[in-house]
């Protein structure tokens, strides 16, 4: 019967999304560097040079010193796609704006692919140790939370970050909770700190609950830097829109390009947190994939 072979399908009138990934490794980083790069670019960082100071002795010649500068390279490593197709039926069927919010949510995914970039190169930071850890790894609690976010202040100060310069704490839930009762400042109607994302802040310490946090086995990292610490480039290299060659519809393509580099680390240093072996996953350097293909 008809009624057999035509079957109405309904669609929602709201799109459900998934929940946000707590997390901003990404933002907390110098992305000045940010600009017109590709795959396989590097990225030139002068920065100032130490001069030698000496004694002037009236009637004596003074040494002039060479200047070199401090150069790093920031190597522009990391590829990640997006490729999504959408047949002409569902789109037609489907209630407005479900493509566009589509797009919204591949980049949400990308910005996570950049936040565990930035991860990744802190952990390899740690492992060949540019990036001090303080301390051995700890259980956090409100007994002990904050003697080792102060004995990680007090390691910044001696490196002469200054005391009154906004510092990134990148905690996870449980180092969060830990510290919540000492914070000097909450969230609660504080306008300036909902503006960058902090829940609370700890003398001069912005705090942030961080899900992306670089794991090695069972310790994790948290971490205090300022926003110079770590440099960031990256971008969305190639938008695409074909049509499907042997049916009716279309294929969207995305193609993002970053690199990472700790570029001061006297700036940054990491307190490691023990963690439950079945909690521990261990973020790595992306592999290069290969481009997509219809």
């Known amino acids: ?4 072979v035509f079957k109405q399908e309904l669609w929602a009138q709201t799109i459900q999304n998934e929940l946000d990934v707590l997390t901003g490794l990404f933002t907390h980083s110098d992305y000045s560097y940010t600009g017109e790069i590709k795959y396989g670019n590097k990225l ?5 040079t130490q001069p030698t100071v ?3 002795v009236p009637g004596k010649d003074i040494t002039i010193e060479d200047y070199s500068g401090d150069e790093q390279v920031l190597d522009i490593d990391t ?13 037609a069927q489907s209630i407005p704006g479900v493509m566009e919010n589509q797009c919204k949510v591949n980049a949400k995914y990308i910005k996570y692919e950049a936040d565990k970039k930035v991860a990744s190169t802190i952990l390899k930071g740690v492992e060949d140790g540019d990036i001090e850890v303080i301390g051995t790894a ?7 939370a904050t003697e080792k976010v102060e004995n990680a202040l007090v390691k910044l ?3 002469n970050v200054n005391p009154v ?3 990134w704490g990148e905690f996870s839930p449980k180092m969060y909770s830990s510290v919540r009762q000492s914070l000097t400042e909450t969230l609660t109607n504080n306008v300036e700190l909902a503006k960058v994302g902090a829940v609370g802040k700890y003398n001069n310490v912005n705090v942030c609950i961080e899900n992306l946090l670089p794991v090695k086995e069972t310790t994790r990292y948290n971490i205090i830097r300022t926003g110079k610490a770590v440099g960031f480039a990256g971008q969305v290299d190639k938008i695409e829109r074909t049509r499907k060659e042997k049916g009716f519809g279309d294929i969207f393509k995305a193609l993002y390009v970053c690199g990472c580099k700790v570029v001061r680390k006297e700036q940054i240093v990491v307190l490691p947190e023990t ?3 079945k909690q521990a996953t261990t973020p790595v350097t992306p592999e290069t994939p290969s481009n997509p293909t219809e």
């Open 1 to 4: 019967m008809a009624k057999d």
């Open 44 to 48: 030139h960082i002068t920065g100032s």
């Open 54 to 56: 000496g004694d002037y």
């Open 79 to 91: 590829m990640k796609y997006v490729a999504m197709y959408f047949d002409d039926v569902d789109q």
């Open 138 to 144: 700890f259980t956090p609690t409100k007994a002990n």
């Open 157 to 159: 100060y001696e490196n």
């Open 165 to 167: 310069e906004d510092l």
């Open 275 to 277: 963690v439950p072996a």
